[in-house]
């Protein structure tokens, strides 16, 4: 109705034109033979109603007029439909309203033809007229009010729809629509992309037709789930299109029609290979970073503000004495009282804790069976998920402190040794301490020392041929250098000395160790060996002097042992021959037994062998 009313619009212009031209003619033919009719029309005009007049000048069709701004008058809606004579002389009226149907009155004894009649049809059309043309205006003005507004709604709509696809497509989700039986309605632009068709071309579609038949088969068994249950579902694919390998997440939800009933669903399929790949290598580090933690060589605890333990690592379970479970169960005032018991003072090191800074401390850490072992731990404050937490690296320095204590009697040994012992530095070569023995003998004592080099007590060690002399040491090529030379005493005199360099640490830093044996009685005794030996070379007898080591490895033998026994000095002093050549091995056992039985007598000066 509403398209009927608008297409009588359309052609008003012509009505009207058409209908003024022809009510003027036939008011001027009225004017002279028909005055009641002149009257009639007359009144119709006036009150801006469009008489329409049949040939003989009958009345069937009345429209009424709105005069428009600029004086410009619009036909807007036949009234009266048809006026009819009926046998009875009555008169019959069909209006025609708009789209409500004819509406018919008839008017019994009522003669057209004359002028009562007539006056009185006009005075009723009239009347029914301005009541018509009332309605009709308002009815007009709500019903062009609707279809502007229609059209704003239209345009809206199409506007909102066209965003609503322009948004769809710019996402990088692929989105579908799909009907109850997994037919493809519509598609977004990338889905289309991926499946290598036009957004167009998806409608009437099914997996079937892009997928294979076991990927197409598991896609129609999670609709039918989706479609059947009315519940949305969301899982992980493998995903293949245009030769890339991706991981997907799929969610599938149910669509409802104005009934309720599930009409279809909607798929939103979104890439998630990089959030895949980033969580794995997160897995894969957090593993790596377990298993370096579960094999470091320290004890790893992590434990919440208030002392609960929340994680460990397998060396501190091994080490305290307790199962993983146990530990977790567990607060760290069962491990270390010291620091952690709430019935003491806290110790200064909860002040220095903080993100930027750990901190070190020795404590004694408690092992389920109640013994103690001192660790030296390093405690950090670190954040997790909002909540403070503490992680505590203990390092057993139980051999530490046992090489502390072997240092310390050590120490007292080398302090109480008539060898002399000196500690040199590297840098500039001064004496940083010695022993008692080497102090009596120098002639200095520490304080004296300390401001003394090598070269002072010996100078023929000049810091040249030292550092020339202890080269291998820095090369590591050997582990000891050995070199006899002469100290002078603080009182000017002189002795003649074996030292013995090696490279070691002292109190955690590198050092020069130099052994001294002073070779004054030695000396005597070799000269007094020398004067002896020169009658013994002259005689049927030989000596040796062996040293007590794997061997017996010959370290002077008199010259006329080549005369007596056939072997070369040479041989012999270069360790080609060892003094166990001379010893059958029958007699070889008894033989190391006598010289054992001397060493423990060391009063013994001469040992009477028997024969071998």
């Known amino acids: 109705s ?4 608008v297409y009588k619009r359309q052609h008003i212009s012509s009505i009207m034109k058409l209908t003024m031209i022809l009510s003027r003619i036939l008011l001027f033919l009225s004017l002279f033979h028909y005055p009641s009719r002149f009257m009639s029309l007359l009144l119709l005009l006036n009150l801006g109603l469009a ?30 439909k048809e006026v009819a004579q009926e046998e009875d002389r009555g008169l019959r009226f069909v209006f025609d309203i708009f789209s409500d149907g004819p509406a018919e009155i008839y008017l019994p004894g009522w003669n057209a033809g004359s002028l009562t009649s007539s006056l009185l049809i006009i005075l009723f059309i009239i009347g029914i007229a301005v009541f018509f043309k009332k309605s009709a205006n308002r009815k007009n003005i709500e019903l062009l009010s609707e279809i502007k507004e229609r059209k704003r709604l239209e345009k809206c709509l199409i506007d909102s729809r ?22 493809y309605i519509q598609c977004n632009k990338a889905y289309a992309d991926d499946l290598g068709i036009p957004v167009n071309k998806i409608a009437g579609k099914t997996d079937y037709d892009f997928f294979s038949p076991q990927k197409s088969d598991k896609y129609l068994q999670h609709d039918r789930k989706v479609i059947q249950t009315d519940t949305a579902m969301e899982y992980e694919d493998e995903y293949f299109v245009n030769h890339t390998f991706s991981i997907v997440k799929i969610v599938k939800v149910p669509i409802h029609g104005d009934d309720g009933l599930v009409t279809g669903l909607l798929g939103i399929i979104w890439d998630i290979t990089r959030e895949k790949m980033a969580e794995k290598a997160l897995v894969e580090s957090e593993k790596q970073f377990r298993n370096l933690i579960d094999q470091a060589s320290d004890a790893v605890t992590i434990a919440d503000m208030k002392g609960k333990i929340i994680d460990a690592n397998i060396k501190a379970c091994e080490s305290l004495g307790y199962t993983y479970e146990e530990l977790l169960a567990l607060y760290m005032d069962a491990l270390d009282p010291v620091i952690w018991s709430s019935r003491f003072p806290p110790p200064l090191i909860w002040n220095d804790l903080s993100e930027n800074r750990a901190v070190i401390a020795e404590t004694d850490y408690h092992r389920k069976n109640g013994s103690t072992f001192p660790v030296e731990v390093s405690m950090s404050l670190h954040k997790e998920s909002g909540s403070n937490l503490i992680l505590n690296i203990a390092r057993d320095i139980t051999p530490r402190h046992l090489a502390l204590k072997q240092r310390a009697s050590m120490g007292r040994i080398i302090e109480d040794s008539l060898s002399e012992t000196y500690i040199i530095s590297l840098e500039n070569l001064h004496f940083l301490a010695a022993n008692r023995g080497a102090r009596e003998n120098i002639g200095y004592n520490a304080e004296e020392l ?43 005199t002189t002795y003649p000395v074996d030292i013995s360099i090696q490279f070691t640490e002292y109190l955690f830093y590198p050092v020069y160790v130099l052994q001294a044996v002073d070779l004054s009685e030695r000396k005597k005794y070799e000269q007094e060996l020398r004067n002896a030996v020169d009658i013994i070379n002259k005689s049927s007898s030989v000596a040796f002097i062996w040293q007590k080591e794997e061997g017996l490895p010959v370290i002077f033998v008199t010259k006329n042992v080549q005369q007596i026994f056939g072997y070369s000095a040479e041989d012999l002093l270069s360790q080609k021959q060892s ?31 028997c024969a071998y």
């Open 450 to 492: 300390k401001l003394k080099t090598i070269t002072d007590i010996c100078p023929g060690l000049t810091k040249k041929v030292f550092q020339n002399l202890v080269a291998p040491l820095d090369k590591k090529d050997k582990e000891r250098v050995r070199l006899e030379t002469t100290f002078h005493r603080r009182d000017k």
């Open 2 to 5: 509403a398209a009927s009313d």
């Open 579 to 609: 003094y166990t050549r001379f010893i059958h091995p029958d007699d070889f056992n008894s033989y190391m037994a006598e010289i054992e039985s001397s060493a423990r007598n060391p009063r013994q000066e001469i040992i009477d062998h």
């Open 51 to 80: 008489p329409e007049i049949q040939a003989g000048g009958r009345i069937t069709k009345i429209g009424v007029y709105q005069d428009k701004p600029g004086g410009v008058g619009e036909l807007s809606v036949d009234v009266l």
């Open 162 to 183: 066209q965003a609503y696809i322009n948004l769809v497509d710019n996402l990088p989700h692929r989105i579908f629509l799909k009907d109850r039986d997994s037919v």
